[in-house]
């Protein structure tokens, strides 16, 4: 008998304009080929990868949501993300003199 193997190609999720692209975390915080890992709260990756599927968020948002250390995915979420590339400047804007490191709220614990 004679093996072989064949290789599908991975469909990459295409954002349409004014969304961006957002995936899982992979191990250790590993993050698709042009996408950059983040994590609210001043958090860190876990050891192992997420496994929900990757989605476009409305850029604006996204924009708001990185710049006030918070999780796109939603407010009492604290595990990272990878998202687009091209997001990552977002990341360095200046914040106010007094802006603190964002925690999660306390009512997100029970």
Known sequence: ???SMELKAVKTVECEAGF???CP???AGSC???MFNFCP???SPAAAEDSWA???LQTRML???VQAGLNPLGECRGECICMSGDMEAITKKQKPTFFGPKEMPSYCNN
Do not use: F, H, I, M
């Open 63 to 65: 924009e708001l949501d």
């Open 1 to 3: 008998t004679k093996a």
């Open 20 to 22: 961006t692209r957002v």
């Open 25 to 27: 975390s992979g191990a």
């Open 32 to 34: 698709p080929e042009g």
């Open 41 to 43: 709260y001043n958090g």
């Open 54 to 56: 990757c989605s476009c």
